[in-house]
C-alpha cells in the first residue's frame, strides 16, 4: 500500500509540474504578445507625433512667411466693404492691385500693423486645431 501512495503521490506530483510549467508558458506568451502590442502602438505614436511635428512645422513656417510678406508690404490684406448707404456720400475707395482694376465689391485696405494682429491670432488657431488632431488621432490610437 506504501508503494502505491508514493506512485499516486509521484503522478499527482508531476501532473501539478506540468500545470505549473502550461501556467508559466501562458504568462510568457501573455509579456510577449503584450510587449508585441506596446512596441506596436509605441511606434503608431512616434510616427503619429512625427506627423504632428510636421503639421506644426508647416504652419509656423507658412505663418512667418506670411507674417514678413506683410511687414515688407508685399501682400496687403483688405475686407469687403459694406455698401454705402445711398446719398450718404462716404465712400472708401476700393484698392486696385499693382496696375490692376478691382472688379466686384470694394474693399478697404488694413493697417499692416492690424494685419500682423490678425495673422497672430490666425496663427493660435492654427496651431490650436493641429494640436487638437493630433490629440483626436492619439485618442484613436489608445482605443483600438
Request: hydrophobic content about 40%.
Amino acid at each position: 500500500m506504501d508503494a502505491e501512495w508514493q506512485v499516486q503521490s509521484e503522478k499527482q506530483a508531476n501532473v501539478f509540474q506540468r500545470e505549473r510549467e502550461a501556467a508559466a508558458v501562458a504568462v510568457i506568451n501573455w509579456q510577449g504578445a503584450e510587449q508585441a502590442r506596446r512596441r506596436a502602438l509605441e511606434d503608431q505614436l512616434q510616427t503619429k507625433d512625427k506627423i504632428h511635428h510636421q503639421e506644426l512645422t508647416n504652419a509656423q513656417a507658412n505663418q512667418t512667411r506670411l507674417r514678413d510678406r506683410l511687414a515688407t508690404s508685399d501682400l496687403r490684406l483688405s475686407v469687403l466693404l459694406a455698401a454705402p448707404a445711398p446719398g450718404s456720400g462716404c465712400g472708401v475707395p476700393a484698392t486696385t492691385g499693382a496696375g490692376g482694376v478691382v472688379h466686384g465689391a470694394p474693399r478697404g485696405e488694413l493697417d499692416p500693423a492690424a494685419a500682423q494682429r490678425i495673422v497672430a491670432i490666425t496663427d493660435a488657431g492654427d496651431q490650436g486645431l493641429i494640436a487638437l488632431r493630433a490629440c483626436q488621432a492619439y485618442a484613436r490610437g489608445i482605443e483600438q
